[in-house]
Nanobody, 123 residues
Framework: QVQLVESGGGSVQAGVSLRLSCAASGRTFSSYIMGWFRQAPGKEREFVAAISPAGWTKNYADAVKGRSTISRDNAKNTMYLQMNTLKPEDAATYYC????????????????WGQGTQVTVSS
């Protein structure tokens, strides 16, 4: 089992950058597929990005591709999401998630979730 804590959210203006962090507990962080999801008010939660256990494979949603970079530091049990050129439509609560089974790919069926960190983007 793993516990996840997100940080780095805040209220920013459109066009700036933001880096979100996800700190994980436990000694097996390096065995987890890690993902970022987001949920805006009144909308369903959506996939943002995911990274393989060793960090070699990365997937991005079209909405953030080219503007965002997912990374992880297994020595620090931490995952990151660097988001650049933020847009008002990026405003949401961002959640990190973890799983070990890749049967359903990287965009769904995560087992562990953090509490979320809120990102507000003003135009």
């Amino acid at each position: 089992q793993v516990q996840l804590v997100e940080s780095g959210g805040g209220s920013v203006q459109a066009g700036v950058s933001l880096r979100l962090s996800c700190a994980a507990s436990g000694r097996t962080f390096s065995s987890y597929i890690m993902g970022w999801f987001r949920q805006a008010p009144g909308k369903e939660r959506e996939f943002v990005a995911a990274i393989s256990p060793a960090g070699w494979t990365k997937n991005y949603a079209d909405a953030v591709k080219g503007r965002s970079t997912i990374s992880r530091d297994n020595a620090k049990n931490t995952m990151y999401l660097q988001m650049n050129t933020l847009k008002p439509e990026d405003a949401a609560t961002y959640y990190c998630a973890a799983k070990t089974d890749d049967t359903y790919g990287y965009t769904a069926r995560y087992d562990y979730w953090g509490q979320g960190t809120q990102v507000t983007v003003s135009s």
